[in-house]
């Protein structure tokens, strides 16, 4: 006999009761619900695609960076874990230890894998610890884990509404085909990446705002052949490069990437501006907008031919527009530029990315319990999360949210007044690095200044 509970609206179907429910099966909310369900929590995971990933493989963001700082892998845990299953499936290419250094033969070896020390100002820029991966291999391997784990798997299910009792989160509604459901759940994360859960719950954020990517790829180019004209004819190249460029309106410097599957090529553009991530008219102008770029730009290599790219054709637009930032959360602690920049070391860190430290106040809304928040939307300035949101932080964040949920139920406390030192204990337990160690780069505070 199925149980409902009532909703403004309508009732909603009861089809899950868990210890730790998590929203968004992007690279945070995945680590979240792993770290969870391995600490033994009944955990459900909620996605609204089919498939898991989030930007990482719907999105198609295929370089793994953030997550070294020159001297020491900074990244490490679940994010590692993945890395190791997708390499072992060949679906994964990062340089050897041995490569990563300044020389102009590693920079023509590995550049155009996306896998350089882009904040570097060196030329040519340092060959550093990142990683290509296939999209698809992602989405394999999550969902390896996440059975291996037991984590129950929700997809095609529509978060829109966070249940809330005298304060604290007590589950969510979700839209899906079959009417509305509700999860009910002693601990709610929010894996969303536009913080659609706790804004729900009323937890205060700002909100930014960055520009939007209509990520592609393109298959039948002949890589060896475009990066020998690259080197061989400069100038030629380099004219070439700049009309593909120009009608892109807004690309990085190398408009495309290598990825782990022959002739198949990554394009991190076009970069558009002036758009809200979260407004339905936005996205569908960005989307339009986004492919009438990427059409001309085939029309214009068909008819003015770049070597290696003669024969190439679309393999496929990201089925998930390229959304950076929306809402952000204003939660216990609010991370600012400076604090990415300098490299501040908080003594309540519990992820790292590059050479920068997340505070475990920033995962803690203000003014609602039993709520966590983990991934992009995190508590940060605009300026601050736009430098310190790449995939590999995100995971060490879901990694340190997961653990502290079920930490908080065990000790029966809400998660904000979780022992921090015991949850840096848990994670680094299970391979992960909470960032309790300053590196010799960091910025130390006295206690009381943070
Ligand atoms: C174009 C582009 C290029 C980038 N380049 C890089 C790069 O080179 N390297 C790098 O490391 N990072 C890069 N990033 C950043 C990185 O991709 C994101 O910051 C990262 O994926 C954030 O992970 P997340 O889990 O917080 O959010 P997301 O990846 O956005 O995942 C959120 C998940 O929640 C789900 N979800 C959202 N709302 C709901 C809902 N209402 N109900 C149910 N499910 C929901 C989504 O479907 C998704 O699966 C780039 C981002 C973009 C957009």
Redesign the pocket.
């Known amino acids: 006999m199925s149980e409902y509970i009532s909703e403004p609206g309508g009732q909603a179907r009861i089809v899950a009761r868990a210890d730790v429910v998590v929203?968004?099966?992007?690279?945070?909310?995945?680590a979240a619900a792993l770290a969870a369900a391995r600490e033994g929590a009944k955990t459900v995971l909620?996605?609204?695609?089919p498939y898991?990933?989030?930007?990482?493989s719907?999105?198609m963001?295929?370089?793994?960076?953030?997550m070294t700082n020159g001297s020491e892998i900074t990244v490490t845990g679940l994010c590692q874990e993945l890395v190791e299953r997708m390499a072992r499936l060949g679906l994964a290419v990062f340089p050897p230890a041995a490569d990563r250094r300044v020389a102009e033969d590693m920079w023509r070896k590995w550049s155009r894998w996306?896998v350089h020390d882009f904040h570097s100002q060196s030329k040519p820029q340092p060959i550093t610890y990142a990683v290509a991966f296939d999209p698809d291999g992602w989405k394999r391997c999550s969902l390896d884990l996440i059975r291996e784990r037991k984590v129950e798997l929700r997809l095609q299910?529509?978060?829109?509404r966070t249940l809330v009792k005298d304060g604290r989160a007590c589950g969510v509604v979700?839209e899906t085909k079959a009417g509305r459901e509700a999860v009910l759940a002693e601990m709610v994360i929010d894996?969303?990446?536009?913080l659609?859960v706790a804004a729900s719950a009323g937890a205060p954020f700002a909100h930014g705002s960055y520009i939007?990517?209509t990520?592609f790829r393109l298959g039948g180019v002949d890589t060896e052949a475009a990066e020998r004209f690259q080197y061989e004819h400069p100038a030629r190249h380099a004219e070439l490069d700049r009309a593909c460029k120009k009608i892109m309106g807004g690309s990085w410097d190398m408009w495309w990437l290598k990825t782990p599957l022959p002739g198949v090529v990554w394009c991190?553009c076009p970069?558009m501006a002036g758009y809200d991530g979260i407004k339905v008219e936005d996205l569908t102008r960005a989307e339009v907008e986004g492919r009438r770029r990427i059409y001309a730009l085939l029309d214009h290599l068909r008819s003015t031919p770049m070597p290696g790219f003669e024969r190439c054709h679309v393999i496929d637009v990201a089925p998930?527009t390229?959304?950076?930032q929306t809402r952000l959360l204003e939660g216990e602690y609010v991370v600012s530029k400076e604090d990415v920049v300098e490299r501040v070391h908080f003594a309540d860190s519990v992820a790292r990315g590059r050479d920068y430290y997340t505070p475990y106040r920033a995962l803690l809304p203000r003014g609602v319990d039993n709520l966590l928040v983990?991934?992009?939307?995190y508590s940060a300035t605009s300026q601050a999360q736009k430098i310190s949101?790449?995939?590999?932080p995100?995971?060490a964040m879901?990694e340190a949210a997961g653990i502290a949920a079920t930490m908080a139920l065990s000790s029966g406390v809400a998660p904000r007044a979780v022992e921090v030192g015991a949850l840096q204990r848990r994670i680094r337990a299970h391979g992960g690095d909470p960032g309790d160690r300053p590196s010799a780069n960091a910025k130390t505070l006295p206690a009381a200044a943070e």
Do not use: K, Y
Request: net charge negative; aromatic share 6%; charged share 20%.
């Open positions: 929203v968004g099966g992007g690279p945070a909310g995945t909620l996605e609204r695609f898991l990933g989030g930007l990482a719907g999105g963001v295929l370089v793994l960076d953030d996306g299910s529509w978060f829109s979700c894996a969303t990446g536009d659609d939007l990517t990520v991190n970069h998930q390229g959304v950076r983990a991934g992009r939307h949101r790449e995939i590999p995100c995971m879901g």
